[in-house]
């Protein structure tokens, strides 16, 4: 009773040292009495009295209250059975055990939210701190591997309906044996295919296992999703069986989506890192071809550009030369063999995507090729083809064609620059440099000897009695000759030799870097090859169209049947018929022709002959070029120091 009368006014007591300060901060908030800074002893004793008198009430009834709820806990205590001593102790045990598996329970849910919460941050980290993101994947593998003591650790990622390892940690390169699966194939793409993950604590037990580390015993298999969407499979191996459980299973399998979100997310960062790059790349590529009308340089820069931006094996572009409908030239190639880098032939992806006009792609031993056409307007020009080991990507095909489209205007813009040089140069004829590029280049080739200290001879040719077969044949034979003069003179001389048209029928030559004896057994066998050959003409007499000489036969043949069968008025005899035939000419149908030949003379002078004076050297090997036709032509002269 004592013990239970203390208790009471403990209770009042601490009622009361809560209500009365609260009570009357209230009140004095509310104005209702005098703030207590202004409050007299006998106010403060009048209010103390007033306010134990109205809070005593529900103290009492609060005090009541706590007792009966204490007597009723006593009750029910003293008729519980208290009998069976050991089956409250079991009771008790169990409850223990319960309480101990409740706390382990949540214990490995706060591990979980733990575990979760830090590789969310890791990998939020990470997205936002590497560089890359393969840098990205190593990270997540690392923070993986390690929180739940597995041996190594792989991520597979979807490209193509292929699943391809894109990284791994704490394994040797050599310990690798597959790095690709398809879906359905192994535990890796069975994950892929069925959608969820798969806990294999032995798996030489799982009929599905593929080997793809040797040493693997346990694996935990789990496709990393971005929402429904699979991405890839995330790998987690043992060299020990049954060392994962389902905890380690389920850790895994709750943060595989979030993991998903962020490779996804890093994914399009890289995408669009990526894309941002190439559009760069790309407007530097426009600036520099379009910078250029030299058709070598764009071509170059074209395919370095390709090789700069996509891993290749050879990359090759050719353009389609006038003559050559079986191959097309190469202006500029990557990891080709110079001694077969001149000419691409037009046969399988080639040949398809020159006449189609679109990309063709091929798998070969070495890897694949790709023959990309190079158009203008409707017309192809050339090709881009490709060899690389390994496929190339959706982005890759679209960064290629992006590129060729940029080219093929630099291209169509180098063609049509050399297609106005080469009539601003060339002869429009014999198709040789003309007299102004002569004029213009003999300056640089007379300075590049003297600093060199080279020889350099200059040739003087004249076509023989030319004006002759003008006169007798007409212009359009004197044209044919000056032609074939010159094809014989392009396939006889050195590539660094310039030929050009110099007047009417004279031609002028620079041979560098050749002595002026060098030089005469050059021309005279030039001369020999002119000399030697046939030049077939025909009669350019009037002729009557094969088709109305036709049709005439067949009137006179048609005309004397019906003579035939009205014998009184025969009016197609013979005389008539033969009349008929005289004047139209039938009997002068056939062509006839003559052959003729032409000849030269030549006069050749030497650069140093002359202590490389231009003039001078053009006027020696004139004055050579005139002493050949007073020879009797046909000849080779050449000016030595002792006939000026």
Not at 469 to 490: P, S
Not at 551 to 563: A, H, R, S, T
């Given at each position: 009773?004592?013990?239970?009368?203390?208790?009471?006014?403990?209770?009042?007591?601490?009622?009361?040292?809560?209500?009365?300060?609260?009570?009357?901060?209230?009140?004095?908030?509310?104005?209702?009495?005098?703030?207590?800074?202004?409050?007299?002893?006998?106010n403060?004793?009048?209010?103390?009295?007033?306010?134990?008198?109205?809070?005593?009430?529900?103290?009492?009834?609060?005090?009541?209250?706590?007792?009966?709820?204490?007597?009723?806990?006593?009750?029910?205590?003293?008729?519980?059975?208290?009998?069976?001593?050991?089956?409250?102790?079991?009771?008790?045990?169990?409850?223990?055990?319960?309480?101990?598996?409740?706390?382990?329970?949540?214990?490995?849910?706060?591990?979980?939210?733990?575990?979760?919460?830090?590789?969310?941050?890791?990998?939020?980290?990470?997205?936002?701190?590497?560089?890359?993101?393969?840098?990205?994947?190593?990270?997540?593998?690392?923070?993986?591997?390690?929180?739940?003591?597995?041996?190594?650790?792989?991520?597979?990622?979807?490209?193509?309906?292929?699943?391809?390892?894109?990284?791994?940690?704490?394994?040797?390169?050599?310990?690798?044996?597959?790095?690709?699966?398809?879906i359905?194939?192994?535990?890796?793409?069975?994950?892929?295919?069925?959608?969820?993950?798969?806990?294999?604590?032995?798996?030489?037990?799982?009929y599905?296992?593929?080997?793809?580390?040797?040493?693997?015993?346990?694996?935990?298999?789990?496709?990393?999703?971005?929402?429904?969407?699979?991405?890839?499979?995330?790998?987690?191996?043992?060299?020990?069986?049954?060392?994962?459980?389902?905890?380690?299973?389920?850790?895994?399998?709750?943060?595989?989506?979030?993991?998903?979100?962020?490779?996804?997310?890093?994914?399009?960062?890289?995408?669009?890192?990526?894309?941002?790059?190439?559009?760069?790349?790309?407007?530097?590529?426009t600036?520099?071809?379009?910078?250029?009308?030299e058709?070598?340089?764009?071509?170059?820069?074209?395919?370095?550009?390709?090789?700069?931006?996509?891993?290749?094996?050879?990359?090759?572009?050719?353009?389609?030369?006038?003559?050559?409908?079986d191959?097309?030239?190469?202006?500029?190639?990557?990891?080709?063999?110079?001694?077969?880098?001149?000419?691409?032939?037009?046969?399988?992806?080639?040949?398809?995507?020159?006449?189609?006009?679109?990309?063709?792609?091929?798998?070969?031993?070495?890897?694949?090729?790709?023959?990309?056409?190079?158009?203008?307007k409707?017309?192809?020009?050339?090709?881009?083809?490709?060899?690389?080991?390994?496929?190339?990507?959706?982005?890759?095909?679209?960064?290629?064609?992006?590129?060729?489209?940029?080219?093929?205007?630099?291209?169509?813009?180098?063609?049509?620059?050399?297609?106005?040089?080469?009539?601003?140069?060339r002869?429009?004829?014999t198709?040789?440099?003309?007299?102004?590029y002569?004029?213009?280049?003999?300056?640089?080739?007379?300075?590049?000897?003297?600093?060199?200290?080279?020889?350099?001879?200059?040739?003087?040719?004249?076509?023989?009695?030319?004006?002759?077969?003008?006169?007798?044949?007409?212009?359009?034979?004197?044209?044919?000759?000056?032609?074939k003069?010159?094809?014989?003179?392009?396939?006889?001389?050195?590539?660094?030799?310039?030929?050009?048209?110099?007047?009417?029928?004279?031609?002028?030559?620079?041979?560098?870097?050749?002595?002026?004896?060098?030089?005469?057994?050059?021309?005279?066998?030039?001369?020999?090859?002119?000399?030697?050959?046939?030049?077939?003409?025909?009669?350019?007499?009037k002729?009557?169209?094969?088709?109305?000489?036709?049709?005439?036969?067949?009137?006179?043949?048609?005309?004397?049947?019906?003579?035939?069968?009205f014998?009184?008025?025969?009016?197609?005899?013979n005389?008539?018929?033969?009349?008929?035939?005289?004047?139209?000419?039938?009997?002068?149908?056939?062509?006839?022709?003559?052959s003729?030949?032409?000849?030269?003379s030549?006069?050749?002078?030497?650069?140093?002959?002359?202590?490389?004076?231009?003039?001078?050297?053009?006027?020696?090997?004139?004055?050579?070029?005139?002493?050949?036709?007073r020879?009797?032509?046909n000849?080779?002269?050449?000016?030595?120091?002792?006939?000026?």
């Amino acid at each position: 009773m004592k013990k239970r009368f203390i208790v009471k006014i403990y209770l009042i007591l601490s009622i009361f040292t809560v209500l009365i300060p609260t009570s009357s901060i209230i009140l004095a908030q509310q104005k209702i009495i005098p703030s207590f800074d202004r409050w007299r002893i006998n106010n403060f004793t009048f209010f103390l009295l007033v306010t134990l008198s109205i809070s005593i009430i529900p103290t009492l009834f609060l005090v009541n209250k706590i007792t009966r709820i204490y007597v009723k806990i006593k009750e029910i205590k003293n008729n519980l059975n208290m009998k069976n001593e050991k089956k409250l102790n079991k009771f008790k045990l169990k409850n223990i055990d319960f309480f101990f598996e409740e706390i382990d329970k949540i214990s490995r849910e706060a591990r979980i939210l733990q575990f979760e919460n830090r590789i969310l941050y890791d990998t939020a980290l990470a997205i936002h701190s590497t560089a890359s993101f393969q840098e990205l994947l190593d990270t997540i593998l690392a923070r993986l591997t390690t929180h739940i003591n597995a041996d190594f650790g792989l991520i597979f990622l979807l490209e193509n309906d292929e699943l391809r390892l894109k990284a791994y940690s704490n394994i040797f390169d050599q310990d690798i044996e597959k790095t690709s699966f398809r879906i359905g194939e192994g535990l890796v793409g069975w994950s892929v295919h069925k959608g969820e993950g798969i806990l294999t604590r032995d798996v030489q037990n799982d009929y599905r296992y593929i080997r793809c580390i040797n040493y693997t015993k346990a694996q935990i298999t789990i496709p990393i999703k971005m929402y429904e969407r699979i991405l890839g499979v995330l790998v987690l191996g043992s060299k020990k069986s049954s060392d994962f459980n389902e905890s380690d299973f389920k850790l895994i399998n709750t943060i595989s989506g979030e993991i998903g979100l962020a490779i996804n997310n890093a994914q399009l960062t890289e995408h669009l890192k990526k894309e941002n790059e190439n559009n760069q790349m790309l407007f530097k590529l426009t600036k520099k071809i379009t910078s250029s009308v030299e058709l070598n340089k764009v071509a170059e820069i074209g395919v370095k550009t390709i090789i700069g931006v996509i891993n290749v094996k050879s990359c090759v572009l050719a353009i389609l030369e006038e003559g050559n409908e079986d191959v097309l030239k190469i202006i500029s190639s990557y990891g080709t063999d110079k001694e077969k880098s001149q000419f691409l032939e037009l046969k399988e992806t080639i040949r398809e995507a020159f006449t189609e006009k679109r990309s063709v792609e091929q798998k070969i031993d070495t890897g694949y090729v790709y023959s990309i056409p190079i158009l203008s307007k409707e017309n192809c020009i050339g090709i881009l083809h490709i060899n690389t080991e390994n496929i190339l990507t959706i982005e890759e095909i679209e960064l290629i064609n992006s590129a060729v489209t940029s080219l093929s205007s630099a291209l169509e813009n180098a063609f049509l620059y050399k297609s106005v040089e080469t009539l601003a140069i060339r002869d429009g004829l014999t198709s040789t440099y003309n007299r102004r590029y002569f004029q213009d280049v003999i300056d640089e080739y007379t300075k590049k000897a003297q600093i060199n200290n080279e020889d350099l001879s200059l040739v003087m040719l004249d076509v023989d009695n030319f004006k002759k077969y003008n006169d007798t044949y007409g212009h359009i034979v004197g044209d044919f000759i000056l032609k074939k003069i010159a094809n014989i003179m392009e396939n006889s001389l050195r590539h660094d030799d310039i030929i050009s048209r110099y007047g009417g029928d004279e031609f002028i030559i620079i041979l560098p870097n050749t002595k002026i004896e060098e030089a005469k057994i050059i021309m005279e066998n030039i001369r020999d090859s002119i000399s030697s050959y046939k030049f077939e003409i025909d009669d350019e007499k009037k002729e009557v169209e094969e088709e109305k000489v036709a049709e005439l036969k067949e009137v006179i043949e048609v005309e004397g049947k019906k003579g035939n069968m009205f014998k009184g008025e025969n009016l197609f005899n013979n005389n008539f018929k033969n009349w008929i035939i005289e004047k139209v000419g039938l009997n002068q149908f056939n062509r006839t022709s003559q052959s003729f030949n032409v000849t030269i003379s030549v006069g050749i002078s030497s650069l140093m002959h002359t202590n490389y004076d231009k003039e001078m050297l053009i006027k020696n090997a004139d004055k050579s070029s005139l002493e050949s036709k007073r020879k009797g032509k046909n000849q080779v002269s050449i000016c030595m120091p002792e006939l000026n």
